[in-house]
């Protein structure tokens, strides 16, 4: 439909709500009619009286009386509830689950539907008087909020009575139109889980008939800890502790400090809690079957987190879902499938479920277990078929499904189980419309980002859930970033019927007025702009997100790309056009809205962006330590000056400053060692300061700089430690065991500190081992010098420390060398049209005049001077892990008559990073053994002396002086001999 239909198709609407002939409401500011509610008004009447009186009065400034009888006289009698008149009564006697009615007789208008019995008195300004949204029929609540949509032309967009939709007229007379239905997905429907915890917000859940009727599912394994792990630290808690028993829970964590999400209320200290139960154990099996009819049976477990409820004449499934934090049992049992199948964890979830499922139905068959297909367990294998009664919850991201890959697996996965399961058991959906907002305020921590909307997108996706028979939708979205892709979500969850354009064409010329196209057009531009792939950035083309939540699609480089510059003066055009247009007080607020909630956070972003990605081009410090020795985890006895220079620390601008502190490090293979060092005659006599105002403050992450650990020291030896991580979609904050060997002293000269941290205990998080790099940051947090409060290793140009996790410096840890055999292709073996022997390059050969320096016949290689004066060589690309003092030995065959050379290249590259030894041929073929040290052949002061790699090298003309002669070569091995440490 388009705008201008769909203005006229309103403007018909509200003419025949509130103008043409029908039942009267209000005439001229006065109220010629009631709300007769009855003697005995369930809560559900109640709270529906209450919102019609309110939003007539809001239409016509005339509020109508809410009553138990009719007045007399009365013109129009509003009968509100089953509890209203005797008509009402009997027809609702014939309502089942959400179902209701509205009808018009003569001067009667009869708003009713299926309540459950819950009598208890609503205050209208107290939203815990409301009638709950889980497990409470509301019928009569939801006749009311068609009629006022349909007969009074009401519309429910946002939180309050600004997000709120009416044309106000003195007068209202309305023809109601006759409704007998229920919503469509009867299971569960909810749009709003992140909007406001306010009066409001809470409104705007009822007006979107949110409601949980059966089957929702949640993580819902905790009770069993309560009873079987340990008693817990709060004392409510700890008495329903009965015996310890290790074996219902997840195996092979041991002291590991695994995730858990009881951790921090219950076991803070518990190394040995395990993030998850024991998946095939029967007793487990048992427990939770017997936790889920004792549900059914109204009396739900202490320490668990469903309130599930058995509503009349519907299925109860109670919900049994893992904790959210991966970790699966590694018991023989569970594990059986690991290393042979990839799908092992997700396939040990859904034998358990099965099993609970068989356990409750032996005890009563009329109770059900709700599952989902989510991370680990998306997928659909019909190898593993179901209990009958099982429901599965499908936790799928539409968000992403721009990009090909993403929609074909995840699509793909949901019809899968449509096709095969929609007839059997409840299908319903969990749905992620979060990003970018969430990954740019809660995984990147860039906070202000470049929106991604797609109403029209919503729209298809939902209609496809509601045709297939999909019985519940829970939309995760956050109503301030999307609230149009919420309210177009609610409507289809619970009416499909509804046409997707007409309703968007809707919002926009009744929210917006006469802003009404140039927002459209904002909409409809962004939306086509982000659902095409060729949009985006390489990163996000090349590495579809995975599982349920599809998360780290925008970093700040990404999310910036898809709002560049020219997209974003397009759409700031038709937000000019907007304001301009926009001429009642209540347009230019909403408009106003969307500035102040969406647009100008993205426009200040984008400056920001900017910023950053200019000061993101300062080249990040590097370190590379060298292995010495096994230093055991003391830090008294590492070598710190065997990885060369100190490094200075400077002012989070990358400036001088004026106290002088640096940084050392080495490593073993087992530990991470700092030397911190700071020149502060006033430390010996500072007072004792809280942990985070004056600190060594160390931040350590992984290479996508959204996971990490963070670590601080005090002078006085004091230590805090946090690990963050995102497990599916959702940041955690927890302690950080991480048992650190702490060496600090503060004298008239300041404070030296010396820090060992094991390497394991990285692990999982930042998976760490030698030769590798550490992803870390350094800060000096003097929190009480108001002249240079932090210092760092790396300028991050802020003065927020976890902010600066994109410009963490890289450590390449020391790895102590082993003999071996290092691949060189010995008999310079050629494959498909290489020029080359495989892995082996020279550069010179590729300059005009060169091309015969260097080939390969036969499999021997010849490196000729023709005759020049300069230095020749071929070099192998392969990097090749070693230590100062190391030896490579080159053993082979040659002839020729050329001064020749085996060489190797050292990295990191400074100065004199590189060292040869000749070798002086004949001309017959003749045995070699060449033994390159892993040393420099020159060193300038401060230079890093550090190796950690070489690359190997042969070559002719060391001397320099012309040749005519070539080198031939065969047979070569080559082998690493390691130093003596």
Known sequence: MSLKTCILFLSVLFAGGILC???????????????????KPTRSAQFAAFELQHLIKLITDCEVPIVAKAPEPVKTRLNVGADSCEYAKKTAAGLTGE???VESKGNDIYLFGNDSPEFGKVDYNSPKTFPPLNYEFRGTEFAVYDFLEKACGVR?????????????SPTLSVNTPSIRRAPKMDAFRNALYHSPETRDGFLLRHRWRTALIYSEMGHNAFSIYYRYWKPSKIPHLAKLFIAHHPEYFAQGYEGKNAANSLRTWSWPDDKDLPSQVCFSHPEVRKYFAREAVDAYNGKNAVGAISRAKRMPGKPFYYPMGEDDVGNICLCAECAKEKGTNPRWDGRAQLRWINGIAREAAKLNPDVGIATWSYEHSLFYDKTIPLEKNVSVQVCIAPQSWFHPDVYKKQHGIYKEWIENEGGKRPITVWTYLLTPAWEAQRIYKYQKFFPVLYPWKVGEYFKEFANDGVKGAFVEVQLKHNPLEAYVAARICDDPSVDVNQLIDEYFTFYYGKAGPAMRQFYKRLEEHAWNIGNYHEYVKKNPPRGSFTYYVHPDFANYHLGNPKVM????????????SASAPVEKKRVQKFIDDIWRQAVEGRVEFEKRDRERKNPVPEATLAYTAEYGGDPMKADFQASGKAFPMTTVDGKAAKTQASLRFASDSTHFYVLFQEKDPGASSRPKADIWGDNLEIFFTNEKKSEYFQFAVAPDGRTEAIQVSVVNGVVREEKWNVAPVVKSGVDANGWTLKLAIPLKSFSPLIPLEPGKPLYANFFRTRGFDWTEKSLCWSPIFSIVHREGLPRVGKIFLARKSHAKTIDCNSSFKVTGDGKYPDGWKCDHAAKPGFENIFGVKDGVLTIDSLGRSDMFRVERRDYVKVNAGDKIVFE?????????????????????GWNRVEFSPTGEWKDFKVVVPVERTAQKKGENSVINEVRILLGVNLSGRPSPSAVEIKNMKVSLQPGEK
Do not use: H, M, R
């Open 569 to 580: 003066a397009e759409l700031q055009g038709y937000i000019d056009s907007a304001l301009k």
């Open 156 to 168: 429910f967009y946002s939180p309050g009575d600004d997000g709120t939709v009416y044309q106000k």
């Open 892 to 912: 082979f065959k040659a002839k020729g008559k050329n001064t020749a050379f085996c060489g190797l290249y050292f990295y990191p590259w400074p100065p004199g």
């Open 99 to 101: 179902e209701y009615a």
């Open 21 to 39: 002939a029908g039942n009267e409401l209000v005439k001229d500011g006065k109220a010629c009619s009631a709300i007769i509610v009855g003697e």
